[in-house]
């Protein structure tokens, strides 16, 4: 167990609909990245948020936006769903955002858009 | 896109013999860490390299890094049937955010 919770496991929705997903990191980790997973494009980054502030992003589309919240916690969400967005949705954290740091992930939300 | 890029994309060993992957990757990196993950379930970390390190081990698994060269090998030692999974490397590319590459799928027959 990583210490990394995503919710939920699993979700099954349909095109043009909106979902949230959610992550709480490990205790005292202030970083948190999104990726997702895909057969065809394998673990892509989106974004990574660090102490509430938005750090970095990578190839996060416009329907696609996240926050990190107070408590650290942090909400992916995605709207109008296409179903090019089926994917694995994995969020990792990690302690600080320099170079030693090890990043442990979620076992991931499993997105399936019908 | 990817920075880190494994080779092989496949590989199958019986149990007991030695696996190696090899990462390589194209700009300059601050660390280099490998990562495994069983099938549809989240990513694991093995070990992180940083880029003044040359080798690392841990347990069964031993880690050289090249920056002359580019790459990083990952050598698991007397494999076991639960050693099977995708093995990932992900570089920070300078800029802290662990990028990752497609990925070996190691099979290890028992």
């Known amino acids: 167990d990583s210490g990394v919770t995503q919710t939920p496991k699993h979700l099954i929705t349909a095109t043009g609909q909106r979902v949230t997903l959610r992550c709480s990191p490990r205790?005292?980790?202030?970083?948190v990245y999104w990726y997702q997973q895909s057969l065809d494009q394998g673990l892509q980054f989106l974004i990574q948020?660090?102490?509430?502030?938005?750090?970095a992003k990578g190839n996060i589309l416009e329907r696609f936006s996240a926050q990190q919240f107070p408590d650290l916690h942090s909400e992916l969400n995605l709207s109008s769903l296409e179903l090019g967005d089926s994917a694995l949705y994995f969020c990792?954290?990690?302690?600080?955002?320099?170079?030693?740091?090890?990043?442990?992930f979620g076992q991931g939300t499993r997105l399936t858009v019908v | 896109s990817q920075q880190g890029e494994e080779d092989p994309q496949a590989l199958s060993i019986q149990e007991g013999e030695n696996a190696t992957m090899n990462c390589s990757y194209k700009t300059s990196i601050n660390n280099l860490q490998w990562y495994r993950q069983n099938s549809g379930r989240g990513l694991v970390h093995l070990i992180l390299?940083?880029?003044?390190?040359r080798e690392k081990h841990s347990g069964r698994l031993r880690v050289t890094l090249d920056t002359s060269k580019k790459s990083s090998s990952l050598l698991i030692t007397a494999s076991r049937a639960a050693d099977t999974a995708s093995y990932f490397c992900a570089t920070d590319g300078g800029s802290y955010i662990p990028t990752f590459g497609r990925g070996t799928s190691l099979i290890v027959h028992p």
């Open positions: 205790s005292g980790d202030l970083s």
């Open positions: 948020y660090y102490n509430g502030e938005e750090r």
């Open positions: 390299i940083r880029s003044n390190e």
């Open positions: 990792a954290s990690s302690v600080g955002s320099g170079a030693d740091t090890e990043a442990f």
